[in-house]
């Protein structure tokens, strides 16, 4: 699988009308994509650029998913990061169908040799082994259990799911272990596993966060054009707090001056529905995610680029982005500080619990256990 174009700019275009140049592709052929772009990643030491010489038109297929098996040797993810809630992760995929222009899992993409543009959304990757790796992870002699977050890159109910199954099959593992897990997603796919997270959920074993980040459709189709409407996550968020299962809404990204305002009626429709906790992140830009959110901008706002550009900056210390730990997140400065404030102001006039829920690790048992004592 080889990338179609690109060659990144050096960031020092202004915003307000930056285009990758050679790398974007036209909009017929990536229609139902949420990237403009198709740039090689940071590692490639190749690039190409499409240019049209007047000989011929260059005609592009209209592009389409390509899934391929991945074959890991191991499928849970450690981590030490002290700015987030969990020290280990499970992504049953790598790349992601919903196509979320913001995602800041994009850039991982390179790392496979690809682009983080409309590779990751049309180059997937899944990994069948998951629950077999898993069981054999879980019943490691000395394995001490703690919360799995499952779903932080990339989303474990995008579109795929429905056919590989894989999630599911994580998640009967880890109710068949007692292990608590919490789940992250943007997908109402997530209500079909009701029958395991609710049983789950009895015993204090699983959360599930739902990321909204927009009422809009029409700005949700722009941002997120594969995930499903917004109606249909705050419906999600009704049927698992029915089944007694916690849920988070996470407000995310926040992006200045296009999705900010709907702070307070995001939270107050997710209340409505069930939503206990919330939580919210500010728009993130490692890597390449710089350039393709440029690009999308260039596109479908270019009046606004440059003062969505300004207060990203305002709350990164000047920069686009700024990765320390606990800044990450949720930035810095006046602006940063306005978004928490509204948050926090939202949460405690809505009834949002102030603390997290917190899972039972101490059910955990691999199953089989007890013939040990024999």
């Not at 990061?81 to 919903?98: K, Q, T, W």
């Not at 272990?177 to 796919?189: D, Y």
């Not at 419906?235 to 007694?244: K, P, V």
Request: aromatic residues 6%; positive net charge.
């Amino acid at each position: 699988m080889s990338n179609d174009l690109g060659r990144f700019r050096d960031g020092t275009d202004p915003h307000a009308s930056r285009r990758l140049a050679g790398t974007t592709v036209e909009a017929a052929s990536r229609r139902g994509r949420g990237a403009t772009a198709n740039p090689d990643g940071r590692f490639e030491r190749l690039s190409r650029e499409a240019f049209d010489d007047g000989w011929e038109p260059v005609e592009r297929p209209r592009l389409r998913t390509h899934v391929l098996p991945e074959r890991a040797s191991h499928i849970i993810t450690r981590n030490a990061s002290p700015d987030i809630p969990f020290d280990r992760s499970i992504n049953p995929y790598r790349g992601c169908e919903h196509g979320c222009i913001y995602c800041f899992a994009r850039p991982n993409h390179a790392y496979a040799g690809l682009s983080p543009g409309l590779d990751f959304e049309t180059r997937l990757f899944t990994k069948p082994d998951a629950a077999r790796l898993l069981e054999r992870e879980l019943s490691a002699p000395g394995y001490a259990p703690r919360t799995i977050a499952l779903g932080t890159a990339t989303d474990p109910y995008q579109p795929i799911e429905r056919a590989h199954r894989i999630t599911r099959s994580v998640l009967e593992v880890l109710a068949r272990f007692r292990h608590p897990v919490g789940i992250v997603t943007k997908s109402n796919l997530v209500v079909r596993d009701i029958d395991i997270l609710g049983a789950m959920a009895a015993d204090r074993l699983v959360k599930v966060a739902v990321s909204v980040t927009t009422l809009d459709p029409a700005l949700a189709r722009r941002m997120e054009p594969r995930a499903p409407h917004p109606r249909k996550r705050l419906e999600a968020i009704e049927r698992l707090s029915a089944a007694g299962i916690p849920v988070m809404v996470i407000v995310a990204p926040i992006i200045p001056s296009l999705n900010d305002h709907e702070i307070e009626t995001i939270l107050a429709e997710a209340r409505a529905r069930g939503a206990g906790e919330a939580n919210h992140v500010l728009l993130r830009l490692p890597h390449e995610l710089d350039a393709l959110v440029s690009d999308w901008f260039a596109e479908h706002y270019p009046d606004r680029a440059r003062h969505v550009f300004s207060l990203i900056r305002q709350a990164r210390g000047g920069k686009v982005y700024d990765a320390a730990f606990g800044r990450r997140m949720v930035g810095q400065g006046a602006y940063a500080e306005l978004i928490a404030r509204r948050m926090q102001v939202a949460r405690a006039r809505l009834g949002y619990a102030m603390e997290r829920v917190t899972l039972n690790a101490d059910a955990f048992a691999a199953p089989g256990a007890q013939l040990s004592l024999f």
